[in-house]
Structures are given as C-alpha cells and as structure tokens.
C-alpha cells in the first residue's frame, strides 16, 4: 500500500546538523499525521517529532524541542526532519512513520499508533 524510505543520516560532530528526508511510494500520506522516531542501542523506541495531516500543527519532546523542524510536503508525498545542534544523544536509528488514524486531532507520541514504518537511518553524534 505504502512505501516509507528515509535517507540523509550519517556521522557529525556535536553542533551539527542533518536533513532527512522519508520519500513515500505508492497511495499519499497526505491525510495522515506523519512522525519521527529514533531508537538507540538498549533504549526503547523515543518519539522524536510529528505533524499533522494538513501541516497545521507539530509536536516534539522536550528533549528535541526548539533543534528539530519536521515539515512536510504533501505535494511529493515527502517528509523531512531538520536537526541543529546536534548532541551526542542523539545518536540512534530514525524511523518515518505514518500515524494509523486519518485527519487525527490527537497527540501523536505513542510509537505504536504508527502502522507503517520506514526501514530507518543511522545518524551518528560524535563528541
């Protein structure tokens, strides 16, 4: 039905910053809630951020809040998360995810009310 496929992770140093990007194939996300979420060795899955269907409205933790953009582009069925100030934390595998209820209102942090996940990318902080 849908295809997720992140890309843009990689290795930076501490106050860095990357772009990724979750390009969609197949029906349009473009009535679903879209999310980021990453997940470090030993650590459950951590909702990271999330937008609404229509790009109304974000939502991130506080850990992220105020470094991390996610936006999107229902038009090429793109997502994207830009993040700045990049800490050593942040290391994990980042994961596009599409929220499981159509033209949602709710929060969006609970890792599993998303049914289709991408296969992640790797992004590195180094000291």
């Known amino acids: 039905q849908v295809q997720l496929l992140e890309s843009g992770g990689g290795l930076v140093q501490a106050g860095g910053s990357l772009r990724l990007s979750c390009a969609a194939s197949?029906?349009?996300?473009?009535?679903?809630?879209m999310g980021w979420l990453r997940q470090a060795p030993g650590k459950e899955r951590e909702f990271v951020a999330a937008?609404?269907?229509?790009?109304?409205?974000?939502h991130y933790p506080d850990s992220v809040k105020g470094r991390f953009t996610i936006s999107r582009d229902n038009g090429k069925n793109t997502v994207y998360l830009q993040m700045a100030s990049l800490k050593p934390e942040d290391t994990a595998v980042y994961y596009c995810?599409?929220?499981?209820?159509?033209?949602?209102?709710?929060?969006?942090?609970?890792?599993?009310?998303?049914?289709?996940w991408g296969q992640g990318t790797q992004v590195t902080v180094s000291s």
């Open positions: 937008i609404a269907w229509n790009g109304a409205d974000t």
């Open positions: 197949g029906r349009s996300l473009s009535m679903y809630a």
């Open positions: 995810a599409r929220y499981e209820t159509a033209y949602s209102r709710t929060y969006y942090s609970d890792p599993l009310k998303y049914n289709y």
